[in-house]
């Protein structure tokens, strides 16, 4: 069964940094295409950046592209988010999936950016 278990989230102040991880279980996550999204109080989810199975190709989406940075590490099927200078904005409940076949959504981890 697809797992995926997101951490590393927290309570930070405008302008510090986080690093979010998502350990994924059951799939061949080496093979898989990867992305993280982010749901923010009274609004849907949305797509944040994925990254493909080799590593090669990252796509961070424009509002936040100049300060979170996607990597993974295939040996142990993690995915990793850094967050630099976080702002408010960011506030957000963040998950991780696979892009071409999507697995039940894990908890997510909760983001909380005061300024």
């Known amino acids: 069964q697809v797992q995926f278990v997101e951490s590393g989230g927290g309570s930070v102040k405008a302008g510090e940094s986080l690093r979010l991880s998502c350990v994924a279980s059951?799939?061949?996550?080496?093979?898989?295409?990867m992305a993280w999204y982010r749901q923010a109080p009274g609004k849907q989810r949305v797509r944040i950046g994925y990254?493909?199975?080799?590593?090669?190709?990252?796509n961070v989406a424009e509002p936040v592209k100049d300060r979170f940075t996607i990597s993974r590490d295939n040996a142990k099927s993690t995915l990793y988010l850094q967050m630099n200078n976080l702002k408010p904005e960011d506030t957000a409940v963040y998950f991780c999936?696979?892009?071409?076949?999507?697995?039940?959504w894990g908890q997510g981890t909760q983001v909380t950016v005061s300024s």
């Open positions: 999936n696979n892009v071409r076949r999507p697995g039940p």
């Open positions: 059951g799939t061949v996550f080496r093979l898989s295409d």
């Open positions: 990254i493909t199975f080799s590593g090669n190709d990252i």
